[in-house]
């Protein structure tokens, strides 16, 4: 989710690639979950993180929205987000001991926090926010390690195409006054890469690119 600050008041002011040292490292979060309360409705999730969801919970789309995740509006387009349960808004998958119950399968913003991305010229980077994570005396760890995700050259490039194909979908709504038109393009958009499963056995990034291609000449 975007934030409308400066990266003097979130970050440490600079850029961090992949095979950098970061001062991420928290003694595998021992006795803090922090960072999985309190969320409201900020941490979106894209395609692949519904489908990892859905093939670790072994359920479609529809079932996650009965009690794992909501849908809420984000600049205009109907996007699905982690749900907050209880009076501390604590994340519906951390469980009785404070821990994460689908660590493996986590959204793609848990697995970089407490790094955020910072989008420009096309691209991202990845900046270190140093006001969210409350574990004092972090350790350094290679930043490829910390956001331990298969394949990550190809989840770059997804993350990337993704935010910016919704960039374009949310200027294209706000050009329009024609709400038909705008309903139309969001619930395509839900179809087309949420309720629609993609196939477990085949490669998801080859699917997504063949879908973005048809939302391209469809939208």
């Known amino acids: ?40 409705n900020s941490l979106v999730l894209d395609p692949l993180d ?24 984000v600049d205009g387009v109907i996007l699905p987000n982690l749900r907050m349960t209880g009076e501390e ?27 955020g991305r910072y989008y420009d010229d096309e691209r991202f980077r990845y900046i270190l926010q140093v006001h969210e994570c409350a574990k004092p005396n972090k350790t350094k760890v290679k930043l490829s390690k910390w956001i331990d995700t298969p394949d990550l050259k190809k989840n770059q490039e997804f993350v990337n195409v993704w935010h910016y194909f919704l960039k374009e979908v949310q200027l294209m709504m706000k050009s329009t006054e024609d ?20 196939e477990k056995e085949k490669d998801f990034y080859e699917q997504f690119a063949e879908r973005l291609e048809n939302a391209r000449k469809n939208i």
């Not at 989710?1 to 970050?11: A, G, H, T, W």
């Not at 690639?17 to 960072?35: F, H, P, T, W």
């Not at 139309?184 to 309720?195: G, N």
């Open 89 to 115: 808004e604590r994340c519906v998958f951390l469980n009785e001991e404070g821990r994460c119950s689908i660590h493996a399968s986590r959204p793609g913003f848990c697995r970089i926090f407490p790094l």
């Open 50 to 73: 519904i489908h990892r969801l859905s093939i670790k919970l072994e359920c479609k789309f529809e079932e996650l929205l009965t009690d794992k995740i909501e849908l809420n509006l």
């Open 179 to 198: 709400e038909a038109l705008r309903k139309k393009i969001t619930m395509y958009i839900l179809q087309l890469f949420y309720l629609t499963p993609f």
């Open 1 to 40: 989710m975007k934030r409308n600050c400066s990266l003097d008041e979130i970050s440490d002011g600079k850029f961090y690639e992949l095979n950098d040292m970061v001062k991420v490292g928290c003694d595998d979060c021992n006795g803090c979950s922090a960072c999985c309360q309190g969320m409201g």
